[in-house]
């Protein structure tokens, strides 16, 4: 294994070596990239201020300079819209020389985004979208999606809950693309494990009382409701469970947990839950080390799409200096031929539909007695490979 | 002869503006232009405020992004669409809303949109919160790409131009006199023998229709329909561009729209995003206390002043 | 299960409690909106923004000044209706003659700054504030579990709302202000301070707000968007019950948390729009609301 990585290691840097030594292709004579992210909305915490800080440690790290020339980073707010994050894409790269897009959060906004990128032939990175579409229905031979998806969330987390025994489900979805999403490949998983979907609520995006649903979800006779939905729904959703005494009468499954919002939850209510992320910074040396100079910038752990976003681009970013362009087209290709590795990309492979198949982890959020500091709140359970995790590659999102 | 100078003038400067500027930036702002020009022919004219005017721009959004996907119609004929959809529209809330006066036109109108708002939410065609993404913009009459930037600036233009004459017209007309009568005193012009409910039904829709014309191209423009176009916070924003740029002045729905959007335009990029609510919200409370004539208004004061 | 008509009883009732409880949030919301434009004429747009603000006290006020839920529910609305004081004195008077919708857009572009300032400070995905201690758990009945703080929320709102009813119907501090804003001419020569009637009016509709946002800060999650969602629904309330029908609020405000929970349970994607479909009917058979007089 060692030997391998060193070949390739060798290998990568051979190719880098004569590239540099021929012409730098970039144009603009920079590489620009622009990271799209929420930052002032529910998805904030998740991916937005942290993921500019992700990105330029990313950059900084690389050197600051790739083939002689400057990397730029610029940042803007998509307020979770469509179509505010795709004027700001399409003004990017029609009028400010952006070439590669990272961040990207709200799925609704990743599509109007992805839908851009893909007419200007730019690379989109998503770092912290859960949606599949990109890969599947809307998939492009520019989009890379990195960190994870909803196929890796319902099989890291719903499967070995429906082996175990618990078979009759409930789900109460965020009334939109990615909660549809997520319940829909939720139970496929459940059915095909022998399991029900005994009913679902969809509850509107930012609903501020859970109640009535938590009692939809007493009178069905469920043995788990399934929440898909995400960050503050899910935190007033969980909340709103344990004070009608739900956690005692049944499992609850948080299909997307993110650091932050573990964190917010009082660990008398979400101790003890099972959720998939496709990084925790405790894991090993490497990402407490990376983490912990995260930390000292942004003034928390990352979550999973901090990783994602820092990762995506040192990948491209090495792509760029190996081919010695920056033209979207020979980029990709280098990307998808050469496997990330890093401290957040384990066994990992960008494959050809664009998909960004990696380690994930199945963690157990720790209860108040288990935490030594405050930002001890995950232990991990299990590794889930990549293959495990995402489904295969469509025919029709083959891009060789 | 002053006046049409300063016209000449203008569409000049609008001619070339794409050489200098960024094109869509422009075309933003012209549709949100043609937007708070069809507003302020109620709320400055007519004296009446809707608060669901962002209705009437998204549903001609949304019309001629479903015409343009599912049709194959060329874009003037998606956007006809739009702008006649939003005019039936009009004409139904507007049947609804014009008995109503004050505050309470203004509920009446907010209900209604946030009914329509629903409908966009929840129907299959729109996408729901993803929006309604990918729309062509196809080839105008068959024959021009509006693909191209600078194409589609000058059918943007084209487009706003027809709305603005359109308004000028309109408040010129005796119709308009009458609605200015309207405004001025209400009581007067009913007993003079007009029958106001029904002008103040026709200017609400011919607002409507051009709302949902600037609704409609603003989608092609982006290539996108989405929630935002209807949401209650859109017809906030249209009130403060009327209300920024002078409200009952022929320029100053023009001049709010360019300000509001430039300034979003400029904080959208970096550090200063998070601030984009403040400073609204900051405008919104000083023009209510310190200059309620808007920027045109308060400038036509000074030259009043100084040279009237 | 007891069902009739296909119905689950047990589930309708529940759905029907809770909806009485965000009901007594809509009242006592509605009711501040209702005494402020009843007696002022003013539209009080920036009434969500100083319902977060509220629930944002509670949670600062234990986070910095050990202050816990009791004294909050207390201090808080007081702070709050201060500043509600300062508002109406500095920003509200000097256009008190306008016309009514400048003061609309005024308030909504202060409700724009107060949540913009608090997206900026805290970010919007929501704190957390914990149920006070003694108000945790619940009581089984035969239908649902009902945790204590939920029923807590039903006592109090409804004892502050018929409180407040009695004092501006039913006393002579009330007559005065109804009084005052009739003809407050009339009123200044009976040597009545009416602009200081005004201003603790206007003072006391906002800190209602205040209060209700104590009071929601342990069950919704306390974010700066929490009061631009539950305005135009309140705003709704308020315009069905009759712009200034004091009781006409309160008694909408609870009705209206009924019909949202019935909508819950039968069709919940149209939850966050039945009231306004409610407030078109209304508004079409009976414009000046339900309890309203017609001008």
């Known amino acids: 294994m060692k030997s391998m990585n060193k070949t390739l290691l060798s290998a990568a840097m051979a190719v880098a070596l004569t590239s540099t030594a021929a012409h730098a292709d970039l144009s603009n004579d920079k590489v620009k990239i622009g990271v799209l992210a929420d930052m002032g909305g529910v998805y904030a915490d998740i991916c937005g201020k942290g993921c500019v800080t992700a990105v330029e440690m990313a950059v900084e790290d690389f050197g600051g300079t790739v083939l002689g ?31 590669v897009i990272n961040g990207l959060v709200a799925s609704s906004v990743t599509g109007a985004v992805t839908e851009v990128t893909t ?82 609520v969809r509850a509107p995006l930012g609903t501020t009382d859970f109640s009535s649903y938590i009692l939809q979800v007493q009178a069905s006779g469920a043995e788990v409701v399934g929440l898909a939905n995400a960050g503050a729904d899910f935190v007033n959703s969980l909340k709103t469970a344990a004070e009608f005494g739900l956690t005692d009468m049944m499992d609850v499954a948080g299909l997307l947990v993110f650091t932050p919002n573990a964190q917010a939850l009082d660990p008398a209510i979400a101790g003890g839950m ?57 980029v990709m290709k280098h990307m998808k031929a050469n496997n990330p590795d890093d401290f957040f990309a384990k066994n990992a492979t960008l494959r050809s539909d664009g998909r960004m198949v990696h380690d994930m982890y199945l963690i157990k959020i720790k209860k108040g007695s288990e935490r030594t500091s405050p930002d001890d709140i995950f232990a991990i359970q299990s590794v889930i490979p990549g293959n495990e995790a995402f489904a295969p590659i469509l025919p029709e999102c083959d891009f060789k | 002869m002053k006046i049409s100078k300063l016209y000449i003038g203008l569409l000049g400067v609008a001619l070339v503006a794409p050489f200098v500027m960024y094109p869509v930036l422009l075309m933003k702002i012209l549709c949100f232009a043609l937007f708070a020009c069809a507003f302020n022919l109620l709320l400055g004219f007519v004296g009446l405020l809707s608060f669901g005017h962002a209705v009437f721009l998204g549903t001609g ?44 036109f203004a509920m009446v109108t907010l209900a209604l949109a946030q009914l329509m708002f629903f409908v966009f939410l929840q129907a299959p065609f729109t996408g729901g919160e993803d929006g309604m993404q990918g729309i062509p913009r196809g080839y105008l009459f068959g024959l021009i790409d509006l693909s191209d930037n600078l194409n589609m600036y000058y059918f943007v233009l084209a487009v706003f131009l027809f709305g603005f004459w359109l308004i000028n017209r309109t408040v010129h007309s005796p119709f308009g006199q009458v609605l200015k009568a309207i405004r001025e005193n209400e009581p007067r012009a009913t007993s003079l023998g007009y029958n106001v409910n029904d002008y103040k039904w026709v200017a609400f829709i011919i607002s409507a229709a051009l709302s949902g014309l600037a609704g409609s191209t603003k989608t092609l423009v982006f290539q996108l329909a989405s929630l935002t176009d209807v949401h209650w916070h859109m017809s906030g924003e249209v009130v403060l561009m009327t209300l920024l740029g002078g409200m009952g002045t022929i320029f100053g729905p023009l001049v709010g729209a360019a300000a509001v959007v430039g300034l979003q335009n400029f904080l959208s990029g970096g550090e200063l995003g998070n601030y984009v609510h403040i400073i609204m919200g900051l405008i919104f409370i000083v023009c209510v206390l310190a200059f309620r004539g808007g920027i045109v208004g308060e400038i036509q004061k000074i030259v009043k002043r100084n040279f009237g | ?181 009739e003809n407050a001419a009339l009123m200044q020569a009976f040597g009545i301070n009416v602009p200081l009637m005004v201003t603790l009016t206007f003072g006391f509709g906002v800190a209602l707000a205040g209060f209700a946002g104590v009071m929601a800060a342990p069950v919704y999650s306390v974010s700066p968007d929490m009061g631009s969602s539950i305005l135009i629904v309140v705003f709704a309330i308020v315009v069905i019950g009759g712009m200034g029908s004091i009781g006409g609020a309160i008694i909408t405000g609870l009705g209206m948390g009924i019909v949202e929970g019935l909508t819950k349970y039968f069709y919940p994607e149209a939850s966050n729009t039945v009231i306004f479909l409610v407030m078109v009917i209304v508004l079409l058979i009976k414009p000046a609301g339900l309890f309203g007089k017609e001008a």
């Open chain 1, 69 to 99: 020339k400057p990397i730029e980073v610029v940042s803007a707010d998509d307020q979770n819209k469509p179509d505010v994050g795709s004027a700001i894409v399409r003004k990017w790269i029609e009028n400010e020389e952006v070439d």
């Open chain 3, 1 to 181: 299960m007891a069902t009739f008509l296909g119905i689950n009883l047990f589930g309708l009732f529940g759905q029907l409690l809770v909806g009485l409880i965000n009901g007594s949030f809509y009242a006592l919301l509605s009711l501040g909106l209702a005494i402020i434009f009843g007696l002022l004429k003013i539209i009080n747009f920036a009434q969500g923004a100083i319902y977060m603000l509220g629930a944002f006290g509670a949670y600062l006020g234990l986070q910095y000044l050990g202050i816990g839920y009791w004294a909050a529910l207390i201090v808080v609305p007081l702070v709050v209706g201060l500043l509600g004081i300062l508002m109406e004195r500095f920003l509200i008077r000097p256009i008190a003659n306008e016309d009514h919708l400048y003061s609309l857009l005024l308030t909504f572009g202060v409700a724009l700054v107060l949540q913009g300032l608090f997206t900026h400070m805290f970010g919007s995905s929501g704190l957390s504030y914990a149920i006070p201690d003694a108000l945790k758990g619940g009581t089984k009945l035969p239908f649902m579990y009902l945790p204590s703080y939920r029923a807590w929320i039903i006592i109090a709102s409804l004892t502050v709302c018929f409180a407040t009813w009695w004092m501006i119907e039913k006393t002579k501090l009330g007559a005065y202000l109804r009084a005052g804003t």
């Open chain 1, 274 to 330: 099972l959720a998939t992320t496709g990084f925790y910074w405790d894991r090993d040396d490497e990402s407490r080390a990376w983490s912990a100079r995260f930390k000292e910038r942004h003034g928390a752990i990352p979550a999973m799409p901090h990783a994602g976003a820092y990762s995506a681009t040192m990948h491209y970013l090495n792509a760029v200096k190996a081919t010695g362009t920056d033209d979207s087209d020979t």
């Open chain 2, 61 to 104: 959004g949304y019309v001629t992004g479903y015409l343009m996907m599912n049709t194959g119609l060329t874009p003037e004929l998606g956007i006809l669409g739009g702008t006649v959809a939003a005019a039936l529209l009009g004409a139904i809330y507007g049947k609804l809303s014009v008995k109503r006066e004050g505050i309470y």
């Open chain 1, 119 to 200: 007419n200007a032939k730019k690379i989109a990175m998503i770092a912290a979208s859960a949606s599949d579409a990109f890969t599947t229905k809307s998939c492009s031979p520019y989009n890379a999606h990195w960190t994870y998806n909803v196929t890796a969330l319902a099989n890291g987390t719903v499967k070995p809950m429906v082996q175990g025994g618990k078979k009759k489900w409930f789900f109460i979805t965020a009334d939109y693309g990615f909660g549809h999403a997520l319940e829909g490949i939720a139970t496929k998983v459940i059915e095909e494990e022998g399991g029900e979907v005994v009913g679902a």
